[in-house]
């Protein structure tokens, strides 16, 4: 209904938050939904695909004005962390926001340039590989330097030597499918903290993600 042109390569192009921000009318319309639909309970926005400090200024900003508008209650926002590029600045955007959430699956095919719908390099494109580890160590090192939480939502919060691993490394919340939800509850509640946290430092000195799963 946006009318899109075709492009090349879209998981690239204009999407998520570059094309609500090209459609400001849009974006805020969608805000001010939410916060209308959410008056009186305890909700959260999170903005996905942000890869500049500039992408999360413009967002805050017109969040703001939504909010003033509406007379509304402050509430807490929070960004994707699926780039790259935000994982370097997330010192800064650590600063702006309220909390992370790692998109470990979009991540992980940024991160190796990996396709991750690609029939031949979907198998190869694992958020366990140490690469990636290292972007989510990174990203809760910053959150937590501002006192700042951060949550993972992909496939390898689904898995529980993913979660051992997340866990591990400092990630509060695992949004993880349905049915895996008492699967992961019972592998943690098995292990200790302190035995997670070992566990995700072995995991970074790996040098592969076959090395990391025989962990």
Known sequence: YLRQPREENPAL??????????????????????????????????????STVEDVEQVLEITEKVRAELNAPKIEIGIMVEVPSAVLLAEHLAKLVDFFSIGTNDLTQYTLAMDRVH??????ADALNPAVLRMVDLTVKAATKEGKWVAVCGGAASDTKGASILVGLGVKELSVTVPTIPTIKAHLRKTSLTDLQALSQQALACRTAAEVRAL
């Open 13 to 50: 192009g204009w999407r998520s938050i570059r094309m609500a921000l090209d459609r400001p009318a849009l974006l805020r319309l969608q805000i001010r939904a939410m916060l209308l639909a959410g008056a009186g309970e305890d909700i959260r926005i999170m903005f996905p695909m942000i």
């Open 119 to 124: 029939p031949q390099l979907a198998k190869q």
